[in-house]
C-alpha cells in the first residue's frame, strides 16, 4: 500500500515550531528525502533534527503523486491532494494531548516539485474555510522553502499529451494531475495569483511570512531540467540555487554538503525570528480606518514592483566603509546614494530594506517613483507612508495618538475613505512623535528623493526634529537615494557634521564590474541565441562599454534590441555604428521600429499603463486594448483571446516594459504590466504624450481623451485636457468617436460622476451639457438614462441639463429610462420635472414594473 498521510520524524516537547516536508511528483514521504539506498535515514532526520535540537518538530506528508502505474493510478487532483494536506495536518497537530500549542504553533513547509503547489493550494483552502479549526493552518503557517516548485509550469506537462498506450506496459496514468504542471494551465496561474494576493495581504497586515525559492543548477540525464530557474523562482523573495538535478536537489548526504547549509541556513533564521517575534496583534475595525484614512502607500504597493538583483550585485554595499559608519552610528544620520537613471539605485534600496529587515534592524521605507503613483508624491506622502509602516509594526503605537488623529478617523469613515482630512503640520508632528517613541534604532530609506513635488528637503524634516528631540529613546539613520546630488543640498537641512559623505555610483569600483559583469552576461546569453554574432562579440562588448557607463538599463535595452537585427556583417556593423548613447535615444529607437499602422495599437497600450488606476495585468491590458477594436461580445472575446505579447503589433515594445515577476519576454496572463523603468515613463508623458494633440482623430475615430473617457479614466481626462493646443478651437464635445459618440457622451454612458465632472471642468466655457452627438440625434442626458447611470443623471442635472430635450424622433430621456427600466433614473427625472406623455404611458404597457407606473401617474399628476 502507498504511504501517505503524516510521519513524524522529530519530536520535542519545547518546541517552537513544526516542519513539515512535502514530496513532489512521482515522489515518496521518505525516499524523496533519502541520499542514498544503502543509508535509509532522510536528511531531515540525519542532518537537520541535530542541527535544530529541541527547537523544532520534524513531519513529513505523503500522498499519490505517482503519475503512471501498472496498477491502476490514483485519479486525485490537485484540488485532491491539498484539501487532504488541509485535513491531515490539521488533525494531527490537533491530536496530541501533551501538546496543547500545537494547532497555532509556527509551521514552515519544506516542499519539492509539485508538493509547493498543493502547499500553496492549502493553505489558501484553509484562508477562508468554513470549518474554524481548518483556518488554523494558514494562521499558523509562517514561511515555505519552495525546491524546484514549478509555479510556472514544468517540461515535463507533455507527458500528459502521449497516449497511455505509448508507454507500454504502463497500464493507467494521472493525467490531471500532470496537465497541472502545463505552461498555459488556468488552475496553475490561478493559483499563482491568488497565493502571491494573499502573501501581499498578511504583509499589509504586518505579519511576517517567509519566502525562499531553490532551484536546481543540473538538468536530468539526458534530458532538460525540470523545472527552469525562472519557474522555480518568485520575484522578489530570496531565491538559491543547489548543485544537483531535479531529483537529487533534495537529497543531501553530509552537514557540510552547501545545499543543505543554504536550507539549515534559512530555516535556522526563521526560527529564530519566530522565537523572538510577539504574537501578531489583530487590529480592531478602528484601527483598520484610521490606517485607510492615511494618505500614502502600502509597503507592498512600493516594494513588490522593484525587480531583484542580478545575481550578488549588490552584496558590495554592507562591505562599503561609509555605509557601515552611517548604519553603526549615533550621531551621523543622513547618508545619500547618488547614481545616473538606470545605475539601479532602487534595486539597491530594496535590497537595503530586506536585508536590515533580516538582519531584525527596524527598517521603513518610501520609494518615489511612477509604478504606484497618478501624480508625483509630497512630503506629505512620504510621512504618511512612514506612519503607516510604524503602526503596522507596532500596534501600541495607536496608543499615543493624539485625540485629534481619532476625530480625523471618523471624519474620514463617514466621508467614505475619499476626502484626504490630514493636513501636511499633522502628518509632520505625529511621524516625529512616533519615531521618537521606538525603543530601538531606526532606519529610514528614501528613494528617488528627487522626483519629489516640492522641495525635496521639506521631506527630511521630521528627521531634523527628531534629532533636537530631547525625550527621544533611540537613535535615527535616514538613507537618500537621488539620480542627482547637485539638486539636493541635504546640507541645508542636517548640519554638516549630521551627514556622511555621499556614496557615488559613478565612481564605485565594485558596482562599475558588476556593470561589466552584468553587461558581459547579456551578451553571452545573446550570442548563444544569436550564434550569428559570435564574430562580434568583442565589438559589442567595446561598443556597451564605452555608452553604458554605472547603468543597467541602457546594456539591457540595447541587447535586447539586438536580438531582432539581421546577421548579416553589414546590418551588424551599422547598428553596432549607431548604439544609442543614452536612454532616451534608445526609447526613440525603439519607437522608430513600431510601422505607422501598429502605433495606434502601441499608443494605446502606453495611454493604459500610464494612467490606469492601479497596474493591470497582461489579460486586463489586453481586454483594454480590444475595447474599442470590437463592434460585440463575440468580437470582443476574438480580440482578447490573442496573446497580448505574441501580437505582432506589440512585440517591438516589449524592451519598454516590465512585470515586477518577469521580463517582458516571459509575460504571463495574471502578471501586471509597467514600463521598464521610471525614466521610461517619463519619456512618454514629455516626449510622446504631449507631442501628441490629443484632439486630432485618429485611425478608427478614437482620439486619446474618448479613450479616457470610455476607460472611466478621470485623471488621464484631466491630464490630456490640459495639454491642449491653444490655438485649436475645436469644442470639447465635439471630436468624432465610435458611432458618431463624443467623449461628453461616452463619459455619461460608462464613465463615473469624476469622469463627467472632468468632462465639465476642463471644458471651459465652450461645454455645452445639452448638445447632441455628433450624428445630431441624442444628448448625453438621454445617454445616461438609456444605460441607467442614476449618479451621472443628479450631477448632468446639476449642470442644466434639460429634462425636455428630445433627440430627432423626438423621444426624451425620460422615454429611454422607461424602455430600460431603470427606477431610479425615472423617480429621478420626474422629480427634475419631466414631462410624462402618452408616448411614455404607451411604452410602459410592454412593461410590468408598477414602481415605475406609480412614479409616471404621480409625476403626470403633477403636470
Not at 502547499?119 to 522553502?145: D, M, V, W, Y
Request: aromatic residues 8%; glycine residues 6%; contains cysteine.
Amino acid at each position: 500500500a502507498f504511504s501517505d498521510g503524516i510521519i513524524p520524524w522529530h519530536s520535542s516537547n519545547d518546541a517552537v515550531v513544526d516542519i513539515c516536508s512535502v514530496h513532489g511528483l512521482t515522489g515518496n514521504r521518505t525516499s524523496t528525502w533519502t541520499a542514498k539506498r544503502e543509508d535509509t535515514t532522510p536528511w531531515p532526520i540525519k542532518l537537520l533534527a541535530p542541527k535544530l535540537g529541541d527547537k523544532a518538530r520534524i513531519l513529513s506528508y505523503g500522498y499519490d503523486a505517482y503519475i503512471v502505474r501498472m496498477s491502476v493510478a490514483s485519479g486525485n487532483g490537485l484540488l485532491d491532494h491539498a484539501t487532504n494536506l488541509l485535513n491531515d495536518l490539521v488533525s494531527y497537530r490537533d491530536s496530541d494531548e501533551s501538546e496543547p500549542d500545537g494547532p497555532s504553533r509556527p509551521l514552515i513547509f519544506i516542499a519539492h516539485s509539485l508538493g509547493g503547489l498543493v502547499c500553496k493550494r492549502a493553505l489558501l483552502l484553509s484562508r477562508n474555510h468554513p470549518e474554524k479549526h481548518l483556518q488554523s493552518l494558514f494562521k499558523s503557517t509562517t514561511g515555505i522553502i519552495f525546491m524546484g516548485t514549478p509555479h510556472r509550469g514544468s517540461w515535463m506537462a507533455d507527458w500528459s499529451r502521449l497516449p497511455v498506450a505509448s508507454l507500454g506496459i504502463v497500464k493507467s496514468s494521472n493525467k490531471k494531475l500532470i496537465q497541472i504542471l502545463r505552461t498555459d494551465n488556468q488552475l496553475l496561474s490561478a493559483v499563482q495569483e491568488d497565493f502571491l494576493g494573499m502573501v501581499r495581504g498578511l504583509r499589509e497586515e504586518g505579519r511576517a511570512f517567509q519566502i525562499t525559492c531553490f532551484y536546481e543548477e543540473l538538468p536530468m540525464q539526458g534530458s532538460d531540467k525540470v523545472v527552469s530557474t525562472e519557474s522555480a523562482t518568485l520575484d522578489p523573495y530570496t531565491k538559491m540555487s543547489i548543485h544537483a538535478n531535479h531529483s537529487n536537489m533534495v537529497k543531501f548526504n553530509f552537514a557540510e554538503d552547501q545545499g543543505f547549509k543554504r536550507v539549515y541556513g534559512e530555516l535556522d533564521r526563521w526560527i529564530r525570528a519566530s522565537s523572538s517575534a510577539k504574537k501578531p496583534r489583530v487590529l480592531t475595525s478602528e484601527q483598520r480606518d484610521l490606517l485607510r484614512s492615511l494618505p500614502g502607500f502600502d509597503l507592498s504597493d512600493i516594494v513588490d514592483e522593484v525587480t531583484s538583483p542580478w545575481m550578488d550585485s549588490c552584496q558590495w554595499i554592507f562591505a562599503h566603509s561609509t555605509f557601515s559608519k552611517w548604519l553603526t552610528s549615533t550621531d551621523i544620520p543622513l547618508l545619500q546614494i547618488t547614481g545616473q537613471p538606470g545605475s539601479g539605485k532602487s534595486v539597491l534600496s530594496v535590497f537595503i530594506f530586506k536585508e536590515l529587515r533580516q538582519q531584525s534592524r527596524t527598517t521603513f521605507y518610501f520609494r518615489f517613483g511612477d509604478d504606484h503613483l497618478h501624480s508625483p508624491a509630497n512630503a506629505a506622502d512620504v510621512w504618511a507612508t512612514f506612519i503607516r509602516q510604524q503602526l503596522q509594526l507596532d500596534p501600541n503605537l495607536f496608543a499615543q495618538l493624539p485625540q485629534k488623529c481619532q476625530s480625523k478617523r471618523n471624519d474620514q469613515s463617514l466621508a467614505g475613505g475619499k476626502d484626504e482630512p490630514w493636513k501636511q503640520p499633522e502628518l509632520r508632528r505625529l511621524l516625529t512623535h512616533l519615531a521618537s517613541s521606538f525603543q530601538v534604532s531606526t532606519v529610514y530609506i528614501i528613494d528617488g528623493l528627487d522626483q519629489c513635488a516640492g522641495n525635496p528637503s521639506e521631506v527630511l524634516t521630521p528627521f531634523v526634529d527628531i534629532m533636537h528631540t530631547t525625550d527621544r529613546k533611540s537613535t535615527i539613520a535616514v538613507l537618500v537615494l537621488n539620480r542627482n546630488l547637485a539638486r539636493l543640498k541635504l546640507s541645508s537641512v542636517f548640519q554638516s557634521n549630521l551627514s556622511q559623505q555621499p556614496i557615488i555610483l559613478e565612481t564605485e569600483k565594485s558596482h562599475l564590474k558588476n556593470i561589466t559583469d552584468f553587461t558581459g552576461a547579456k551578451v553571452e546569453s545573446l550570442c548563444v541565441h544569436r550564434p550569428g554574432l559570435n564574430a562580434v562579440k568583442g565589438a559589442i562588448l567595446s561598443e556597451l562599454g564605452a555608452r553604458t557607463g554605472s547603468m543597467y538599463l541602457l546594456p539591457k535595452l540595447i541587447v535586447e534590441s539586438l536580438e531582432h537585427i539581421d546577421s548579416t556583417p553589414a546590418t551588424i556593423k551599422r547598428t553596432l555604428r549607431t548604439l544609442p548613447p543614452d536612454l532616451e535615444t534608445a526609447y526613440w529607437k525603439i519607437l522608430d521600429t513600431i510601422s505607422m499602422p501598429d502605433y495606434d495599437t502601441a499608443f494605446d497600450t502606453f495611454l493604459w499603463i500610464l494612467f490606469s488606476r492601479r497596474p493591470l495585468t497582461v489579460r486586463e491590458l489586453s481586454t483594454a486594448i480590444a475595447l474599442p477594436l470590437s463592434e460585440n461580445e463575440n468580437e470582443l472575446q476574438e480580440n482578447t483571446s490573442l496573446d497580448l505579447l505574441g501580437d505582432s503589433r506589440l512585440s517591438k515594445i516589449l524592451p519598454l516594459l516590465r512585470t515586477p515577476t518577469a521580463t517582458s519576454n516571459t509575460l504571463k496572463d495574471g502578471d501586471t504590466v509597467h514600463f521598464v523603468h521610471a525614466t521610461a515613463r517619463q519619456f512618454h508623458l514629455s516626449k510622446i504624450i504631449k507631442e501628441f494633440n490629443p484632439w486630432v482623430i485618429r485611425c478608427g475615430g478614437m482620439t486619446p481623451i474618448h479613450f479616457a473617457a470610455l476607460g472611466d479614466k478621470a485623471a488621464c481626462v484631466k491630464y490630456l485636457a490640459g495639454i491642449r493646443e491653444a490655438s485649436d478651437s475645436r469644442v470639447v464635445g465635439g471630436s468624432t468617436s465610435l458611432n458618431g459618440c463624443n467623449w461628453l457622451h461616452l463619459a455619461a454612458r460608462v464613465g463615473s460622476v469624476g469622469v463627467v465632472s472632468c468632462v465639465n471642468a476642463v471644458g471651459a466655457d465652450d461645454f455645452d451639457v445639452n448638445a447632441v452627438d455628433d450624428n445630431g440625434f441624442t444628448t448625453a442626458l438621454s445617454v445616461a438614462a438609456e444605460h441607467g447611470r442614476a449618479q451621472n443623471i443628479r450631477y448632468l442635472l446639476t449642470l442644466g441639463a434639460s429634462v425636455k430635450s428630445t433627440d430627432y424622433r423626438g423621444r426624451t430621456p425620460l422615454w429611454y429610462a422607461v424602455r430600460e427600466g431603470h427606477t431610479d433614473v425615472v423617480r429621478d427625472l420626474v422629480a427634475a420635472g419631466a414631462v410624462v406623455e402618452t408616448r411614455v404611458f404607451g411604452k410602459l404597457r410592454n412593461s410590468s414594473r408598477d414602481d415605475i407606473a406609480a412614479l409616471l401617474k404621480r409625476g403626470r399628476h403633477k403636470c
